[in-house]
């Protein structure tokens, strides 16, 4: 099994980054996720407790189960199904407020079911999520400190 951390400041109030981060249709504006969707809605919130999400990436597919949901500090994940199969112990985003915005720590714990799995998964699987991961929290970060038109400090005025 490898653990992947995945850290970001995102200069955005902590509310905010939450709500996207739990929104799993704003992850393909990373250009690695493909689709994403609500398959079922979780308890007390859409992305609460027992909420399903169904990720495809360019490298694989996802079926996502939110197991703990405390909004706005964090919530947790476990992989239900994959392809390439994996096993997966741990998913967690947590978020903290700091001077610049919002400190978003991605963990997850994982290794794919294939025949020499540990290395795979050490060398391959591991850098790849790393980079799509990144990148979501790379869009996390333009979709959340955009100036709307109109705005102050927008190019309009």
């Not at 112990?89 to 978020?95: A, D, I, V, Y």
């Amino acid at each position: 099994m490898e653990t992947l951390t995945v850290r970001r400041v995102i200069a955005a109030p902590i509310a905010d980054v939450f709500a996207w981060c739990t929104t799993t249709t704003n992850y393909t504006r990373s250009p690695f996720v493909l689709k994403a969707r609500l398959a079922r809605p979780g308890a007390g919130a859409p992305y609460g407790v027992g909420a399903v999400r169904l990720h495809t990436w360019v490298i694989g597919w996802f079926r996502e189960r939110i197991t703990s949901y405390n909004p706005p500090y964090d919530f947790d994940y476990a992989v239900d199904r994959s392809f390439p199969p994996a096993r997966h112990e741990l998913g967690r985003m947590t978020f903290t407020e700091v001077a610049e915005g919002t400190l978003v720590v991605w963990t997850t714990t994982f290794q794919v079911r294939f025949p020499f799995g540990a290395a795979l998964t050490r060398v391959v699987a591991k850098p790849v999520i790393a980079h799509v991961f990144g990148r979501i929290l790379d869009a996390a970060g333009t979709a959340l400190t955009a100036t709307p038109a109109g705005r102050p400090g927008s190019a309009s005025e």
